[in-house]
Nanobody, 125 residues
Framework: QVHVAESGGGLVQTGDSLNLTCTIA????????MAWFRQIPGKEREGIAA???????EYAESLAGRFIISRDNAKNIFFLQMNNLKSEDTAMYFC???????????????????WGQGTQVTVSS
């Protein structure tokens, strides 16, 4: 059984930075592809950053280089460094994982099998 858990969310101010962490645990589940998604109530869940098993990364164009995704392979832990946060970044942030994701599915919800419960990020102006 695979368990995915996010942490690190909170209340910050415009311009602040925040670092989210995702831990993925499961018997025999190593070197996974994963991504960060976010969702605002009433809107679709959108993929914002992904990193595959070859450490290839992909980002939503709307982020304009403010976020950085990284991974610690040895521990199956993933990070999302969020810089220069804006009020429109306020959302529930989700971590998702899968054994393999195709290039064209890296930021698509359907590309992932395992999901965490989410961590709330609120940016106040």
């Amino acid at each position: 059984q695979v368990h995915v858990a996010e942490s690190g969310g909170g209340l910050v101010q415009t311009g602040d930075s925040l670092n989210l962490t995702c831990t993925i645990a499961g018997a025999g589940f190593e070197n996974v592809a994963m991504a960060w998604f976010r969702q605002i109530p009433g809107k679709e869940r959108e993929g914002i950053a992904a990193i595959d098993t070859d450490r290839v990364t992909e980002y939503a164009e709307s982020l304009a280089g403010r976020f950085i995704i990284s991974r610690d392979n040895a521990k199956n832990i993933f990070f999302l460094q969020m810089n220069n946060l804006k009020s429109e970044d306020t959302a529930m942030y989700f971590c998702a994982a899968v054994g393999y994701v195709a290039r064209w599915s890296r930021l698509k919800r359907a590309g992932y099998m395992y999901w965490g419960q989410g961590t709330q990020v609120t940016v106040s102006s």
